[in-house]
């Protein structure tokens, strides 16, 4: 049995997506004014042309870009069962986004194996490798899981954008300002041995953290120079 979004049952779920509608708005409304520079953004076409599946991974605090440019793609996210990610998961849907609720307190364990079975059949996870509640820049066990399940690879997504604003937040979240200039830095694809042992998965995941760290980097550099 597949796990589904949360049905909408009080007053609790109705103020969330009233808030939800809010923020999806505001969300829209900068991407929509954005000025995007794209370096190897071919990686995602081709990943999407060839239906084969894959994951696509930023980090948390810089998810307000990519979520306007896979709009309405149909892409999959892990959205948790908490409160706030009941507001999480009105916007991301608005965003044309399916997702599958779960987090590592509540059922993750299920959600994690019905998006590795979705990433095999062709789908598409766009991940926050660091969420949902960090530390920041740091790679969890559940990408380096789905990435061995599914045998499909990880593709590094670095995300900037000037001006911008910094709330305060455990993850830094970035907001663009509108009109602002913007990057878009797409790495090299990462598999992970479905076999690997355990400084094989140590070593993945140390690896991962570099290349989106590098790809960040570099997206700042483009809108810097």
Wanted: charged share 20%; hydrophobic share 40%; aromatic share 8%.
């Amino acid at each position: 049995m597949e796990a589904e979004p949360e049905k909408p049952q009080n007053g609790t779920s109705r103020g969330a997506e009233r808030i939800a509608t809010v923020i999806y708005s505001l969300a829209r409304f900068i991407g929509m004014t954005l000025h995007v520079d794209y370096e190897g953004i071919e990686r995602v076409h081709e990943l999407v042309a060839s239906g084969s599946g894959g994951i696509l991974v930023t980090w948390h605090g810089r998810t307000l870009i990519p979520a306007n440019v896979f709009r309405g793609m149909g892409f999959w996210a892990l959205i948790s069962l908490s409160r706030d990610g009941e507001i999480q998961n009105h916007i991301f849907r608005r965003f044309g986004y399916q997702t599958i609720r779960g987090s590592t307190g509540r059922g993750g364990a299920k959600a994690a194996l019905v998006l590795a079975r979705k990433i095999r059949e062709g789908g598409i996870l766009a991940f926050t490798p660091d969420g949902p509640r960090g530390p920041t820049h740091k790679v969890q066990p559940g990408t380096i899981f789905l990435a061995q399940r599914s045998g499909r690879p990880i593709i590094p997504l670095g995300i900037s954008a000037t001006p911008r604003l910094f709330l305060k937040t455990w993850d830094s979240y970035m907001i663009p300002a509108p009109f602002a200039r913007a990057a878009f830095v797409v790495g090299e694809p990462m598999y992970v041995p479905s076999d690997g042992d355990e400084a094989t998965i140590a070593r993945c995941t140390q690896d991962l953290e570099q290349a989106i760290d590098a790809c960040e980097a570099r997206a700042e550099a483009l809108v810097n120079r």
